[in-house]
Structures are given as structure tokens and as C-alpha cells.
């Protein structure tokens, strides 16, 4: 019924990774001459962070029998969310830094839960009857209020 992939594609983000990535290069190779097997494993080493950056992304999918998130890498899975399991589902705006700490998979300052997230300020909020909260980034709120109120599951903010 709905899908959505997001990814860390930010501009700002990829020229830290790089610069980083690049500013330890030149240090590596113009301070002290390194063998080649130490340039090769710091390269390495220092392309991991990147390449990390570059496999993970965060696919929501919101189906009849309830929602489905996976955070790859880190989800071998899908995580799975019935319906009958949420006291609340809504979308919100939220504050990534002063919520979670910014943006990944992280859990919010005082009893907030976990969030995935990538990007922006607009996240699909789960309350579950039992268990703590959760938020799921999104960048297509509207559509995601539009469906949970078609199918019946949308509910009012809860503080």
C-alpha cells in the first residue's frame, strides 16, 4: 500500500565523510613515507565509514495487517508492527537534535524511545500498548496520514 526509501544523501554530510577520508590520506602519505601494506589497510580502513554511510537506508512499508520498517544494514530483517499492538499512530514534527541526538537509530531523551530516522523533521510516531515508543523518519507525512486515516489507524497526538 505504501512504500518509502530513504537514504543519507545529503550534501554537507558526504563532504565531511570524504574530507575526513581525504585530509587522512594526505596525512598518512606526507608525513612519514608509509609501506605500501600500511597505505592499503588505511585506505581501507578509512573507506569503511563511507561505504557504511553509502549501503544504509531505511525502507517503511505500510501494509493492511500493519508496518513494516528495516534499517540496512543494521536489520537483517524486517521489523514488524501489527495493529493491534499501537495504542497511537500519527505523524509529527520532531526535533532530531534535541529529541535524539540527530539522526540514525537512536533513543530519545527522557522516555521518547527509539527513532529511525536519515533526514528532516517529519516522523510516522508509534505508541504500542505495551513497550516503549518509536518514530520513523519520513518525507512523505501527508501521504502517510492520508493512508493511516483511509485504513481506519490514524489517531490524535498523544503527549
Given amino acids: 500500500m505504501f512504500t518509502?526509501?530513504?537514504r543519507f544523501n545529503q550534501w554537507w554530510?558526504?563532504?565531511i565523510l570524504i574530507?575526513?577520508?581525504i585530509t587522512m590520506m594526505y596525512a598518512i602519505a606526507t608525513v612519514s613515507p608509509p609501506?605500501?601494506?600500511?597505505?592499503i589497510i588505511s585506505f581501507g580502513l578509512g573507506m569503511l565509514i563511507p561505504v557504511l554511510f553509502w549501503q544504509m537506508k531505511l525502507v517503511t512499508r505500510i501494509a493492511e495487517e500493519g508496518i513494516y520498517v528495516r534499517f540496512t544494514p543494521f536489520h537483517f530483517k524486517e521489523k514488524f508492527y501489527?495493529?493491534?499492538s499501537l495504542s497511537a499512530c500519527y505523524v509529527r514534527t520532531y526535533s532530531p537534535l534535541m529529541e535524539y541526538g540527530g539522526w540514525?537509530?537512536?533513543?530519545?531523551f527522557g522516555g521518547q524511545g527509539l527513532v529511525y530516522n536519515v533526514s528532516g523533521?517529519?516522523?510516522l510516531q508509534l505508541k504500542f500498548k505495551e513497550g516503549e515508543p518509536l518514530l520513523i523518519g519520513t518525507h512523505k507525512g501527508e501521504e502517510i496520514k492520508a493512508l493511516l486515516a483511509e485504513l481506519g489507524r490514524l489517531?490524535?497526538?498523544v503527549k
Fill in 4 to 6: 518509502e526509501t530513504q
Fill in 155 to 157: 489517531t490524535e497526538s
Fill in 13 to 15: 554530510l558526504w563532504l
Fill in 82 to 84: 501489527d495493529w493491534d
Fill in 35 to 39: 609501506t605500501t601494506i600500511t597505505f
Fill in 104 to 108: 540514525g537509530i537512536k533513543y530519545g
Fill in 19 to 21: 574530507g575526513s577520508w
Fill in 121 to 123: 523533521d517529519i516522523g
